[in-house]
Structure formats: structure tokens, C-alpha cells
T-cell receptor, first 115, second 111 residues
Framework: DAGVTQSPTHLIKTRGQHVTLRCSPI?????VSWYQQVLGQGPQFIFQ???????GRGNFPDRFSARQFPNYSSELNVNALLLGDSALYLC??????????????FGPGTRLLVL | DAKTTQPTSMDCAEGRAANLPCNHS???????VYWYRQIHSQGPQYIIH???NNETNEMASLIITEDRKSSTLILPHATLRDTAVYYC????????????FGSGTQLTVLP
């Protein structure tokens, strides 16, 4: 079975640009979460979506936004890129957000470099 | 979610058991202990989780103390491919909460 997939794998942008990252969850999973991992640190939570609704938001500026589609795939958008946005962006999916079904499985990530 | 404390780094000889400790002294009754690992530049990989009983799967065993204030992840026969950062995370059951990652333990398996 296919795991969580993310695209693109690598991306280079310049300051001020906009970026869209994509994630397809494991088949049957309805919840998607996004994390940012800066070099040398653990992943930091950005957003969680379940059944197309935002269920959680981390401490990130409004430049970061996301959405989930009817097929449960998701996009993470970042506007007005800063050098500090350079990171590995991780997507994780889970069956649901309720007890016993919330184990999150991660994709390989998208590595974003902002120049 | 409760905070966890892990050693920064550990070494283990190939073929021996790797025992990774985690302290979570402020854990609440409805909080599970999750373990993930991250091999360099890859996404975190789920290993195992438990509430109060010891758990075992094809990857590892999780031993949780009776007072639930600490736990140990055991890789029974470590291989070079087990070299990774191992994260211990405490998370409430039945919630949509995110995983809160700490700094983890860098496990290096030596030949």
C-alpha cells in the first residue's frame, strides 16, 4: 500500500515568492497534518485538517495557510517567503482524529530552500 | 501534553539491544506514549505507542513503568540501519492534537 506522498521533493524559491506544497494521505485516512522542521530541530506543528475542516493551528504567521480537498489530499501555501522559511515540510495522515485512530504516519517531506 | 526528557545521544553495538529511556513524570491518565524515529533527512517513522501496558510489535518493545512516569523503547537486535533520532512523545487520547516533538535521542549503532 502506498504511504503518504508529497510533492515536490525539493523546491528553491526566492524571498517574497509564494509556494504551494501538496500531500496525498494514505488511502482511507481522513486527517492530514502539516509540520515544519528547521535544520537541527524537531518538527513543529503548523496545521491539522479533518474532513476538510481545520482542527488545529500552530504558532505560525498568517502567511501560512492550508486546505483539504474532498479526496482528503491537502495543500500548504506560504506567501511572502522569508529566508527563515527554509525547512523540511512534512505531511502526516491519520485515519481520523478520534480515539484509537489518531496515529500519524509521515510522508518523506518537501525540502524548501529560500534564497 | 506532558513534556518528555530524553538523553541527547546514545551509542549501541550492532546486534545488541538498544534501550532508549524517556522521562515523562507529568503524564496524565489519558495520555499515551508514542515513539517515532527519523533517519537523516527523511520523514519521521512511527514505531510504537502504549498507554500503561507493555507493547511489542515487529519493530520494537515499549516498557512503561507502573507509575507511568518513564518508559523505555527497546530495539532487540540493533542494526546499522537503526541509526536515527528517536523521539518520545506524550499525547492525549481522543483528541485531534498535534504531535509535540522534543529534541529526541540520536542513536548511533556502531559496527
Amino acid at each position: 500500500d502506498a504511504g503518504v506522498t508529497q510533492s515536490p521533493t525539493h523546491l528553491i524559491k526566492t524571498r517574497g515568492q509564494h509556494v504551494t506544497l501538496r500531500c496525498s494521505p494514505i488511502s482511507g485516512h481522513k486527517s492530514v497534518s502539516w509540520y515544519q522542521q528547521v535544520l537541527g530541530q524537531g518538527p513543529q506543528f503548523i496545521f491539522q485538517y479533518y474532513e476538510k475542516e481545520e482542527r488545529g493551528r500552530g504558532n505560525f504567521p498568517d502567511r501560512f495557510s492550508a486546505r483539504q480537498f474532498p479526496n482528503y489530499s491537502s495543500e500548504l501555501n506560504v506567501n511572502a517567503l522569508l529566508l527563515g522559511d527554509s525547512a523540511l515540510y512534512l505531511c502526516a495522515s491519520s485515519l481520523a482524529a478520534t480515539s484509537g485512530q489518531e496515529t500519524q504516519y509521515f510522508g518523506p517531506g518537501t525540502r524548501l530552500l529560500v534564497l | 501534553d506532558a513534556k518528555t526528557t530524553q538523553p541527547t545521544s546514545m551509542d549501541c553495538a550492532e546486534g545488541r539491544a538498544a534501550n532508549l529511556p524517556c522521562n515523562h513524570s507529568t503524564i496524565s491518565g489519558n495520555e499515551y506514549v508514542y515513539w517515532y524515529r527519523q533517519i537523516h533527512s527523511q520523514g519521521p517513522q512511527y514505531i510504537i505507542h502504549g498507554l500503561k501496558n507493555n507493547e511489542t510489535n515487529e519493530m520494537a518493545s515499549l516498557i512503561i513503568t507502573e507509575d507511568r512516569k518513564s518508559s523505555t523503547l527497546i530495539l532487540p537486535h540493533a542494526t546499522l540501519r537503526d541509526t536515527a533520532v528517536y523521539y518520545c512523545i506524550v499525547r492525549a487520547s481522543g483528541s485531534a492534537r498535534q504531535l509535540t516533538f522534543g529534541s529526541g535521542t540520536q542513536l548511533t549503532v556502531l559496527p
